[in-house]
């Protein structure tokens, strides 16, 4: 196909007649905001957008485009961290956008189940959850913008992970667009049901390489009705280990989220966030629980200071202020969640989206900071995140005063000398992000072999033409 | 292959050498075990059973089966439900039994999690992880017999999904030997990890079809400090859900498992199992509550009280009775236990292990009652299981005097008419046993179209020889 003529145009015709003008987007000033990332790393083209009102309209147009041969890029809030749902730059990808497939369709709290398609805002998720007073418990910093479709299709994992798990966990069915236009109707709410390959867990995680997630049947759980939060300074990463064991030793259930972060990221916080005040300044290490549970009278705050006069007396916290509102509950996660936007502020940073066992996070923190202090004299390590599930984002802040563009051309080493780490302590290169365009190149190394062969077959075998989402996921 | 010739002698030479005299079993006698099922529904026929002693040793048997064109049959306890560890009529397929890698090969109290190997017996599992002050929750009946490799195979649930899920809620990572003898070491211990496709969820639930799973990476959880048991006799089948809804409102961790009774299956019980003695006798509903806790001071005595009295008072229990020591606890689980066996023991019955979401189990157990009366007038429906998780054994006892022959005769038509009020309700055929080798006639009618054909294009690539357990799962 020549370069001059990116899609062919009976398709485009088609595609209008089929969709109309809301749902084929071609004003290159439409299309602007579905060509780069979240990070800015990547910047593609596409002929148009697609934007789909149905399910019937995506699978025609799925067909249609298959019938073409024209590859297909799903795309969701497009908050990917690795440029996952970002065209490339050949012009060829067409930019499939869910966004209008956003009908919550059922809530059940007898059955505590949502059917929500794959255009609704997590956000929106979660608060129609809540209005049938129940708990849709997957939250992430994102979750004003990104969508049910996109955090499946990423297997999302966030915060609360250690207490509800990852997207995965939460999903018992699936509707999806396969990449002939077939759609596969798998949307059973049922806690069992051993009928075959369990195809669901296949979408789920394969960021559209395998076609389009377009509803699923969610997880709910009843609504806390206690929390606590506390902001801890501790003695140093495996104080901080010790304080989540005490906690889950006491009440497993209650621990909804666990994290980490270092003095110098909280530093940073205090420095660039307007208002960031820290309640316990000038401390190495702290972490924030986070506790709720939906029992009434739980206890939780008998809990928490119990815990934390325990672990005061034995030296492993050396001060903590527990939230006496929701405004300081608030005040205390934004700490936390401000984290990258402080670190942008700081100056440029190299991001590691790594975990290992839980065991073994103090000795990832402390030895992937040697390392790359050692790698780069000055280096300031900021790693923050999901203790109590393993998952940190071992974070490495320029130098002060090196050049940005002169540490951001170390990435690769960087990223390297803390996968080394990660890797002898049986850890993953990529935790809750995904691999998108970013990561594909670690695959071979990380997933060679008999893992990486069997990917490459079930793609063959799901999208033989090799249109859903090409470049991301596979080398 | 001629058939007085099942298997090539050169490869039971090399099997031999390989293998040894333990490995590899050939006398007619030894073979015995292997070739029925726990129902005795089938009996099949095999050259030779395989049993490696090692995962290198399995490895290098599967690829001289593979060269040769031979397919073989995965067996870990042989406790199907469904015939799904079999061989076939044919005298071809050699059974490749798990035993003799039966060990725990780590317990990390840390980070909670167990690796243990495939054949490590179920029971075994449990006690390793009560040794290291954790607990394996995954519990069914055939416990001291099936295998960590046959519970993953199968994706078993149990008594405890409710609170723990099914086999696959509790699987990390695993190791597999594929169908061309590449060993894939996927045994990571992370609660978070996005890097490609979830291929270990592809293996659990597969019955064996794409490989055979070798070691798992099985998740803990603390040790229950705080028990409770009750037996409840419930008004309706609306009650007990509504019984069900109570505990789960109060206190939603610590509903271990909630279970069905209906009034005849418990009567069974009282006629033929020894000292089968019933704390309620004579009512027409049944509920086994069963209440944990790991937290100290869990207060579980006191919110089953609550609830049971809240209940009473609603008119939803009728009576009930708390275990008041390890004894009497363990007596009223062994209500529930024996239900299969009483079941046998009073004539021919008609299994039907289905799933319908959490708030159709009323109606399930109602309208399935009441078609299959109408079908088979004096018919004895005897419905128990778990409602918490919505997976209820729909059983139907023949009518007191009819021939049993007779009556396993029209097994076909209970089953379609129970299935019809199933698939009415959005719900499974196969809830917690599978397909094996008995429901692969109703794939078609329940999973056709694009999910059938997903399923067979899945396995084609990964077993494109088409050796591993053929005839079961897929029609």
Chains 1, 2 share one sequence.
Not at 288 to 295: E, H, K, M, T
Not at 455 to 463: C, F, T, Y
């Amino acid at each position: 196909m020549p370069d001059d003529q990116p899609l062919p145009s009976p398709l485009l015709d088609r595609l209008h007649a089929l969709l109309g003008p809301r749902g084929l987007l071609t004003d290159p000033a439409d299309l602007e905001p579905h060509l780069s990332d979240w990070r800015n790393l990547y910047r593609g083209s596409t002929p148009c957008v697609v934007r789909p009102g149905t399910v019937a309209e995506l699978a025609e147009a799925v067909r249609l485009c298959a019938a073409a041969g024209t590859p297909l890029v799903p795309q969701g809030g497009n908050t990917s961290m690795v440029g996952g749902a970002t065209p490339d730059e050949g012009g060829r990808q067409v930019v499939v956008s869910l966004a209008r497939l956003n009908r919550v369709r059922d809530i059940d709290p007898l059955d505590m189940t949502m059917t929500a398609e794959a255009g609704v805002v997590l956000k929106a998720a979660q608060d129609a959850a809540a209005a049938a007073g129940c708990l849709f418990p997957l939250s992430l910093g994102a979750e004003g913008t990104a969508t049910v479709g996109g955090v499946l299709s990423t297997n999302a994992g966030g915060n609360t992970t250690v207490r509800y798990g990852n997207a995965r966990e939460l999903m018992l069915g699936l509707e999806v667009v396969l990449p002939d236009g077939q759609v596969w109707n798998g949307l059973r709410r049922l806690r069992k049901d051993n009928t075959g390959y369990a195809l669901r867990h296949l979408f789920v995680g394969a960021e559209g390489t395998l076609g389009f997630i377009t509803a699923a049947v969610l997880r709910l759980f009843p609504r806390p009705r206690e929390t606590e939060v506390a902001l801890c300074a501790v003695r140093d990463e495996d104080a901080a280990l010790g304080l989540f064991r005490r906690f889950r030793d006491r009440d497993e259930g209650a621990v909804r989220a666990f994290e980490y972060m270092s003095g110098e990221g909280v530093g940073f916080y205090a420095r660039h966030i307007e208002g960031g005040t820290v309640p316990l300044p000038g401390h190495d290490h702290y972490v924030l629980v986070d506790l709720a549970s939906s029992r009434p009278e739980a206890g939780l705050r008998a809990l928490i200071e119990a815990v934390l006069e325990e672990a005061l007396e034995a030296g492993e916290v050396l001060d903590a202020t527990i939230g006496e509102s929701e405004a300081q509950r608030h005040a205390i996660w934004r700490i936390r969640e401000e984290h990258p936007e402080a670190q942008k502020r700081e100056g440029a940073s190299v991001k590691n989206d790594v975990s290992v066992p839980v065991s073994k996070v103090p000795e990832l923190i402390r030895r992937a900071s040697e390392a790359c202090r050692h790698l780069i004299p000055g280096v300031r390590p900021v790693p923050f995140g999901h203790l109590g599930d393993g998952n940190i984002h071992m974070n490495l802040e320029q130098p002060v005063g090196m050049d940005p563009a002169a540490f951001l051309a170390r990435s690769h080493d960087i990223m390297e000398t803390v996968n080394e780490v990660v890797r002898d302590l049986g850890g993953s290169f990529s935790a809750e992000h995904g691999i998108g365009r970013l990561k594909t190149d670690m695959m071979e190394g990380w997933r060679g072999g008999a893992e990486l062969e069997l990917m490459r077959r079930i793609k063959a075998a799901v999208d033989p033409q090799g249109l859903m989402n090409p470049g991301k996921v596979l080398p």
